[in-house]
């Protein structure tokens, strides 16, 4: 398994400002995701942050809005742009293990922007 | 495209009851499918995962099957209680990780 931290947990932000969530994992991982889930939704994979390339954002999320760094094989941030309503969401980060595919989640960033 | 399903998308069964939870998914081509529970506001927690050449797995109360030529997967919950109240997530791994929309489950004491 993988052990997967987040900071900050919740925070509450004002419309047009900037948030950067953090995401640590206790062991070496190449392909790790962020995602978004809005209120009583499923997941929605906003991009795949492999270290060692440009992340690759999925339909909908460009990289001025979400920008994203993987420095090394442990860490991650998402940065949450000009932030709207809109954005109000949990953000999760997660890593699945090359050999299985296996996902493990983080405990999620849970944004409300007034 | 991937499309997983499940349904009901909320249940509610008194304690002690065994239960199954489905999910259903439109391709075939996957590679495993894993099986999560989210309490309110959380990350998810990983349950169980089975690879694409397994049939079933298992652990403690919880039992997953996989059908791929169905296109279909249960969780089996048995003994149900309380603390199972959550929403619980399937994922079928392709290309990318497919998730369906969650069954929301509680155990009524």
């Known amino acids: 398994s993988a052990v997967i931290s987040q900071k900050p947990s919740r925070d509450i932000c004002q419309r047009g400002t900037s948030l950067t969530i953090q995401c640590q994992v206790d062991s070496q991982v190449t392909m790790m995701f962020w995602y978004r889930q809005q209120p009583g939704q499923s997941l929605t994979l906003i991009a795949t942050?492999?270290?060692?390339?440009?992340?690759?954002?999925e339909s909908g999320f460009v990289i001025d809005k979400f920008p994203i760094s993987r420095p090394n094989l442990t860490f991650s941030t998402l940065t949450v742009s000009n932030m709207s309503p809109e954005d109000s969401s949990i953000y999760l980060c997660?890593?699945?293990?090359?050999?299985?595919?296996?996902?493990?989640f983080g405990p999620g960033t849970r944004l409300t922007v007034t | 495209k991937q499309e997983v399903t499940q349904i009901p998308a909320a249940l509610s069964v008194p304690e002690g009851e065994n239960l199954v939870l489905n999910c259903s998914f439109t391709d075939s081509a996957i590679y495993n499918l894993q099986w999560f529970r989210q309490d309110p506001g959380k990350g998810l927690t990983s349950l169980l995962l089975i690879q694409s050449s397994q049939r079933e797995q298992t652990s403690g109360r919880l039992n997953a099957s996989l059908d791929k030529s169905s296109g279909r997967s249960t969780l089996y919950i048995a003994a149900s209680q309380p603390g199972d109240s959550a929403t619980y997530l399937c994922a079928a791994t392709g290309n990318q990780f497919y998730f369906g929309t969650g069954t929301s489950l509680t155990v009524i004491p």
């Open positions: 942050a492999n270290q060692g390339s440009e992340a690759t954002y």
């Open positions: 997660s890593v699945a293990r090359t050999a299985t595919y296996e996902q493990y």
